[in-house]
């Protein structure tokens, strides 16, 4: 079956450095689109970016996330990492209406 | 932008109560969704519908029922509430128009079974 697989969960970043947050999945379906979604503290998960195209670079909001199908992975990653950036964030994938979600990393920056 | 409201936003009852957690989303969307989100299991699908009078079973259905009334309401009812269904509920909807589409979440419901 379909599953998303993030390996941290907690990743601790200072502030201006870079961050990765990794993401793997398993699915049987050829097409399938992939998100990173952001939940900061106390609102609702909302949609960071998202992508269905093999090895194209896609961004938003400073973050970046590349689908790469050879290695099953979608990681999400940004250069430099602001303290508003600190949040929990969820990779999923979308089969055919059905969301999968990842357990989440918490994503915290220091000063 | 989608608008997905949920009610009650808090909600206390006791182990072996009977509680029905409501949702409303006002633009049009085919699908909804009802999770569950507990620290180290992230995201957990419960229950989802594709129009009104669908069901699909989620991941983990054990001890909940949902009923979809109409295009705009989905309701996640459980009849004998127990501690571990204690957790943070979130509604979501999408239109379900391509593998794009995105889920829209309401602000969440926090239950607790005393």
């Known amino acids: 079956g379909d599953s998303v697989t993030q390996t941290e969960g907690l990743v601790t970043v200072t502030e201006g450095l870079p961050v990765k947050l990794n993401c793997t999945y398993q699915?049987?379906?050829?097409?399938?689109?992939f998100f990173w979604y952001v939940q900061y503290l106390n609102e609702a998960p909302q949609v960071l970016l998202k992508?269905?195209?093999?090895?194209k670079r896609t961004e938003h909001q400073g973050f970046h996330a590349t689908l790469h199908k050879s290695s099953s992975s979608f990681h999400l990653q940004k250069s430099s990492a602001q303290l508003s950036d600190s949040a929990l964030y969820y990779c999923?994938?979308?089969?055919?209406?059905?969301?999968?979600f990842g357990d989440g990393t918490q994503l915290v920056v220091k000063p | 932008e989608a608008a997905v409201t949920q009610s009650p936003r808090n909600k206390v009852t006791v182990t072996g109560g009977n509680v029905t957690l409501s949702c409303r989303q006002t633009?049009?969307?085919?699908?909804m969704y009802w999770y569950r989100q507990d620290t180290g299991h992230g995201l957990r699908l419960i229950h989802y519908?594709?129009?009104?009078?669908?069901?699909q079973i989620g991941d983990v259905p054990d001890g909940y029922k949902a009923t979809r009334t109409t295009q705009e309401d989905f309701f996640l009812l459980l009849e004998l509430a127990s501690p571990s269904q204690t957790s943070l509920y979130f509604c979501?909807?999408?239109?379900?128009?391509?593998?794009?589409?995105?889920?829209?979440f309401g602000k969440g419901t926090r239950l607790t079974v005393v």
């Open positions: 979501a909807s999408s239109d379900g128009r391509g593998r794009h589409t995105e889920v829209f």
């Open positions: 699915t049987t379906y050829l097409t399938i689109a």
């Open positions: 992508s269905s195209t093999d090895n």
């Open positions: 999923a994938l979308n089969s055919n209406n059905r969301i999968f």
């Open positions: 633009n049009s969307h085919n699908y």
């Open positions: 519908s594709y129009g009104a009078g669908n069901l």
